[in-house]
């Protein structure tokens, strides 16, 4: 099976912007997290979701947001971008079995977002 | 609330020795617990994991154990080799989110 992948790879924005990300899972896969991962702060949770209904997110602003299609792939948004989002942003898929959370997470590659 | 530390944050080993990295989580109810390895600029791929109804799991030079009544968990890496370098990161999922650790970057020595 096909990987994790991750659109665009990189990408450069001004403050203010706003930003896209895309996810596209694991074939066969249902739920979708997204991290962003800096330095300084590991790797963080925003969100993840499980056919189309976010199930949990993190403590970021709501300036991030999220969706998933039926198809599962996912994308990320991030309004009002600030110098602060800089970061690498992952997502990782995983079967999505019901219950508490045990299934094994595989990641994307990455988008490197460099807000200047 | 929910918490994983992770410790060491830094540890160098000279190759062949053996590398022990350890978490503490906080919520009694996880009951899956992965380790991911990340080397510069790829993605965290995950290397072992182990649930909570084993004391213990190994692959090879790799190995977690568990202690589900402190809860802890440790990666234990055997015999290292140059390509272990990498920055290790433990985690512990509760209600559809993953708790990840502040990461332990590793440096074999040659």
């Known amino acids: 099976k096909a990987g994790v992948t991750q659109t665009p790879r990189y990408l450069i924005k001004t403050r203010g912007q706003q930003v896209t990300l895309s996810c596209s899972p694991i074939?066969?896969?249902?739920?979708v997290s997204w991290y962003q991962q800096t330095p300084g702060q590991g790797l963080q949770f925003l969100f993840e979701?499980?056919?189309?209904?976010?199930?949990n997110k993190g403590n970021f602003p709501g300036r991030f947001s999220g969706r998933q299609f039926s198809n599962s792939r996912s994308e990320m948004n991030v309004s009002t971008l600030e110098l602060g989002d800089s970061a690498l942003y992952l997502c990782?898929?995983?079967?999505?079995?019901?219950?508490?959370?045990?299934?094994?997470?595989?990641f994307g590659p990455g988008t490197r977002l460099t807000v200047l | 609330g929910e918490n994983v530390e992770q410790h060491p944050s830094t540890l160098s080993v000279q190759e062949g020795d053996s590398a022990v990295i350890k978490c503490t989580y906080s919520?009694?109810?996880?009951?899956?617990f992965p380790w991911y390895k990340q080397e510069l600029g790829k993605r965290p791929q995950l290397i072992i994991d182990?649930?909570?109804?084993?004391g213990e799991k190994k692959d090879q030079r790799i190995a977690v154990t568990l202690n589900k009544t402190a809860k802890h968990f440790s990666l234990h890496i055997t015999e290292t080799q140059p390509e272990d370098s990498a920055v290790y990161f433990c985690?512990?999922?509760?209600?559809?989110?993953?708790?990840f650790g502040t990461g332990t970057r590793l440096k074999v020595l040659a």
């Open positions: 990782a898929s995983s079967p999505g079995l019901a219950g508490r959370y045990t299934d094994t997470q595989y």
């Open positions: 074939s066969g896969h249902r739920s």
């Open positions: 979701y499980f056919s189309e209904t976010q199930r």
């Open positions: 919520d009694s109810a996880s009951n899956y």
């Open positions: 182990i649930r909570s109804n084993v």
């Open positions: 985690a512990a999922p509760l209600a559809y989110k993953y708790i």
